[in-house]
C-alpha cells in the first residue's frame, strides 16, 4: 500500500519534534505518514509498494539534492515539499545562488516562515505558487495552546543533577563550523561556491573567547548553573570536557529540545542562533555575546541593528540585569517569522494535504533534471547501521585501512547522532498527542 506522506529529517534536536507534530496532525486527518532520517539505511519498498505519494525534505537546493534527498530515498517524484530548516542568512547569503535555491530545486515547493523569505526567494527566480508562507512549525509549541508541554525548571534540573535553587543561564551556541577539520570547511567552501575559512576562524576565536568568559564568571558566581547548548551541527570538544571538568556548574547538554531549556531559564545568553526568535515568541529576553565581530557576509540578518556585548565587563554587567531589554528589534523578528491565529503546523498540513490532492504544482524530475543512484553511499549506509547496531566503532573494525576506517567513523558518528531509541520516539509522540486536537 502507497505512504501518503514521507518526512526526512537531517538534525534531530532541531527538527524531530516539529515533524513529529506534523505527522499527528496528517494521521488525524486521515493520512500516512513516516519519519526518517536522511542517513537511516534505503528501503526498497519506498521505490515499490509504499512509495511515497508527497516527499516532506529537510532542505532542497539544488539538483544534487534533489537527487540525494529525493531520488536515492524513493525515486522519482515531484511533488517535493521543502520545510525549509535554514532560513535565517547573512545579507550576502541572501543574495547567493545557493540559498536561493538552483536548478529544479526552484520547481520544489519551498515553505517560508515568513513574507521576507518569500518575497526574497520571488526575487532570485522563484514562483508565488512555489514559495508559500506558512509560519514556523517550531514555534507552534511556544503558543498558549501547548500551555503545559514543556517541563517546568525543577523537572528539567532534577532530569538533568542541576540544582533547581540555583540561577539556571543557557547559552544557545552556534559554533559548527569550530568543530570542523580544514579539510572540511574547504569541501563545504568548494560545495557552496563561498569561501568559508575566514568564518571558520572567527567560530574559533569566539568560541575560545566566550568559553574564557564563562570560565571567569561562574568562578565568581557558583550560584549559577550555566547549560551549553551545542548546534546541532556542533561536535563536543576538548575546550567544552576541559571546562566542565574545572567548573563543577558548567554542563554541556544536548539533550531535549532548545525551547524546553529557553522555557526554563533564569536567564539567557546567544552568538547568532536563529533561536533568539523562539526566545522571543517565548516572551523571554537574551544576551547577545560578540567577543568579536562576525564577518557581514555570515551573520544573519535578523540580527543586524541588535545590541551586542563585547566585553567581559559588559557580559558580568548584564547579567545582573533582572529584566534585559530584549536587543533586536521586534519589526525585523516578525517579518521572518510569520504570526498568525492559525498555528503554523495546522497551516503546513494544509499545505500538504493541497500538494497531496492535486496534481503538482511543477515538475523538478522533469527537464533539467538527470538523476543518479549513488551506489556507494547506499552500500556504505547498510554497512555503517550493521556497525552501529553491533555498537562496533569502524575506526576498530577498519584499522587495517585508516582512509576508510575515518570516512566510515564520520558517517557512523552522524548515525550515531541522529539516532533516537524506539522507546524515546514512542514517548515524545505520547507527549505531543494530547495537544493535537
Sequence with gaps: MALDFLILYEHTVREYESDLLLKLELERRGYTCEIRQLLDRKKLKYFTWAKPKVLVASCMYDNEALNSHVYNNIGRCNKVVN???EQ????TQEDAPWFNMNGSAKKCIQTC???????????????????PVTGAVM???????????FKDKAALCKEFGLAPEKQLHLYISSFGYASMTDAEVEELSRMAGTDFRAFAHTNRISMAETLRWFDTYLGAHPEVELVYRRHPSEWKCKALDDLAAKRPNFHVIFAGSVKEWIVAADSISIWMSTAIAEVYMAGKSCHILRPYPIQHEYDPVIYQGAHYLTTYEDFAAAMAQPEPPFPIDKAVIEGYFDQSPTPAYRRMCDLLEDVYRNPPRDTPMDEGF????????????????ILFFFRLAPKKVFAWCPK?????????GYVEKAYIPPVERKAMEARIRPFVK
Excluded at 404 to 412: E, G, K, P, S, V
Design 83 to 85: 520545510l525549509h530548516w
Design 88 to 91: 535565517m542568512l547573512s545579507d
Design 113 to 131: 516562515w515568513g513574507k521576507r523569505t518569500a518575497a526574497r526567494l520571488q526575487a532570485h527566480g522563484m514562483e508565488e505558487k512555489n514559495t
Design 139 to 149: 514555534m507552534d509549541f511556544l503558543r498558549p495552546e501547548f500551555k503545559g508541554y
Design 370 to 385: 538527470t538523476p543518479h543512484c549513488n551506489v556507494l553511499k547506499f552500500f556504505a549506509l547498510w554497512g555503517v547501521h
Design 404 to 412: 576508510l576506517a575515518d570516512f566510515a567513523q564520520r558517517i557512523y
